[in-house]
């Protein structure tokens, strides 16, 4: 339909194009959520550098901050490439990535979500068609799992020593929840 | 005992034939199989080529019709009546006939059922067919914006294809703005005299979510094409913007007397170019703001330290 006619020609191409409304939707949905997650990640590194950048945990931070700006790069491409609409809770993201600076505690809180969050759309994906997909599956599992060596980095740097920290992480990870909903929908 | 069971027979038989039936549930196939009866009836010749906008516009259908898609071709219709043709056009193929036929005759009808009705008689089929489309006159306009936005988007594809391939130049992004809703506004003059009253039809309330559909659409691509590839809130304001100099100058339009239209497009560049100094104009508002607000701090320190609030001893 309209989308096949308007994907640009690319030499390889992640995500295959949508035969129907329907997984055009779910596509776009997934394609959203993870730019505004990325977004929003990004935004946390910048306050905890802001924070922790002159500290020896800077150097650590600095590199996971580096791999999010490749991830979130990737998802702006897919972005304009499949037309998907960006959710309209961006600045939102702003505001809650930079108000979640301050401590490693909240980057284990907050990758721990994310890795989650991935994973379950990696079983939609695998339920959906997973040879159609192979190339957004790789992906994805990629993220994923250059998001849980930042969780492990986090817990490594006795971020489990912060005080409150199960409440904080709770906290945090309802937060989590919440946003990537929202951002699902609108 | 023989006689219960065969009242269960008939029961089941009769249940068989309304879940066939509630499966088109929709009044239109109803109405459709008396079209295509009548279709027959008048011999009329298959249309090869379905036109290229008709994609697009299966994708508003589908979601008129959820049940119809091209993909599943009317096996339940083969069923009732035994037969499948193999030059079989589907129901939206039809309703795309008719209603691209009926658009020859607005002028003389307007937005009417009126006009579906002649164009109905113009296929061959008997006026009655008409009565398939249950919204009328919105089905009719919302076919005709469907089939220009289809337009324009080819339009511009062809365009991005031959700046891709070098050879053309790149438009500057007013200049295309301009031009993309110039094009997509010059498609309305053959019917601007009746063009109000599609608008009016438009604003009814269950017209109103296909027909923002269909400008966010619009919206949507001709940016695209103008190459913005933003995906943060500039992706927003970007579109309304856009929806709004779609909107007005729409209207200044319908009621422009000049000759080609001059004073329309005229508004068309002001508007445009608005738009363009107002995204220079919020970044200097932006900076001036923050001037400001630095300017006030400094003064309230100042007035602190006068007043020895600030002194520490």
Sequence with gaps: GRYLQLSPCRCYSIVPPAQDSAEKDMLDRMLRVDHAGEYGANRIYAGQMAVLGRTETGPIIQKMWDQEKAHLKVFNELMADNRVRPTILMPLWNLAGFALEGAMACTVAVEESISEHYNSQIRTLMEEDPDKYKELLQLIKKFRDEEMEHHDTGLEHDAELAPAYSLMKNIIQVGCKAAIYMSERI | ?313
Aim: contains cysteine; glycine residues 6%.
């Design chain 2, 1 to 313: 005992m023989a006689a219960l069971l065969r009242a269960l027979r008939i029961g089941q038989a009769l249940r068989g034939l309304r879940a066939a039936q509630r499966s088109q549930c929709d009044e239109v196939k109803r109405t459709f199989q008396t079209a295509a009866v009548l279709r027959r009836v008048a011999d009329d010749p298959k249309q090869e080529q379905v036109p290229p906008y008709s994609s697009s516009f299966h994708q508003n259908y589908q979601s008129m019709h959820p049940e119809s898609e091209s993909s599943r071709p009317n096996t339940s219709y083969a069923d009732q009546h035994g037969e499948q043709a193999e030059d079989y056009e589907t129901e939206e193929q039809l309703q795309i006939r008719m209603l691209t036929a009926a658009l020859e005759f607005v002028p003389k009808h307007g937005w009417s059922v009126e006009a579906i009705a002649e164009g109905a008689q113009m296929l061959g089929l008997s006026p009655a067919a008409a009565g398939m489309f249950s919204n009328g006159a919105g089905d009719l306009i919302q076919h005709f914006v469907a089939q220009c936005n289809s337009n324009l988007s080819e339009n511009l594809a062809e365009q991005h294809k031959l700046v891709q391939l070098g050879q053309t130049e790149p438009k500057k992004t007013d200049e295309f703005l301009r031009d993309a809703v110039e094009a997509r506004l010059r498609m309305l003059i053959p019917y601007i005299e009746i063009w109000p009253q599609a608008m009016s039809i438009l604003l009814l309330p269950h017209n109103i979510p296909e027909s923002l559909k269909h400008l966010s659409t619009l919206v949507d691509d001709i940016w695209y094409y103008a190459g913005d590839r933003s995906t943060d809130l500039n992706w927003y304001t970007r579109r309304a913007a856009l929806t709004g100099i779609y909107n007005t100058t729409e209207l200044v339009m319908v009621q422009d007397s000049s000759p080609d239209f001059e004073e329309t497009w005229k508004f068309l560049e002001n508007r445009v170019s608005d738009v363009m100094n107002m995204a220079n104009t919020a970044k200097q508002v932006q900076s001036t703001g923050e001037a400001v607000v630095q300017g006030i701090i400094g003064a309230a320190i100042t007035l602190k330290n006068l007043t020895g609030i600030n002194q520490r001893r």
